[in-house]
């Protein structure tokens, strides 16, 4: 069983900045990818930022160049620096985690964090 604990959600104004925190915890495993979904009112839920363990990263064309996705493997920990912030970004932010497990089978498994609001006015 993993844990995913997301911080950094708010209400702030446009062309602010915010920082979004996510932490996998528990069980005995690497992590394959980690990231950030959002899910807006009304919308399907889209990736926003992924980090994968071969280093690369994928955007959302919306906020390339806005945000900033990092990670600190010692910790399972990744960041998602958001800065220019627009009201269309307003949504939930769903931290994502594909891990593997150590022990024998290697299996791999998704989790996700609970959420945190992100609001955007205008």
């Known amino acids: 069983q993993v844990d995913v604990v997301e911080s950094g959600g708010g209400l702030v104004q446009a062309g602010d900045s915010l920082r979004l925190s996510c932490t996998a915890s528990g069980s005995t495993f690497s992590v394959n990818a980690i990231g950030w979904y959002r899910q807006a009112p009304g919308k399907q839920r889209e990736l926003v930022a992924l980090?994968?363990?071969?280093?690369?990263?994928n955007y959302e064309d919306s906020v390339k160049g806005r945000f900033t996705i990092s990670r600190d493997n010692t910790k399972n920990t990744v960041y998602l620096q958001m800065n220019s912030l627009k009201p269309d970004d307003t949504a939930v932010y769903y931290c994502?985690?594909?891990?593997?497990?150590?022990?024998?089978?290697?299996?791999?498994?998704?989790?996700w964090g609970q959420g945190t609001q992100v609001t955007v006015s205008s």
């Open positions: 994502y985690v594909n891990i593997r497990t150590i022990r024998p089978p290697q299996l791999d498994y998704q989790y």
């Open positions: 980090a994968s363990s071969d280093g690369s990263t």
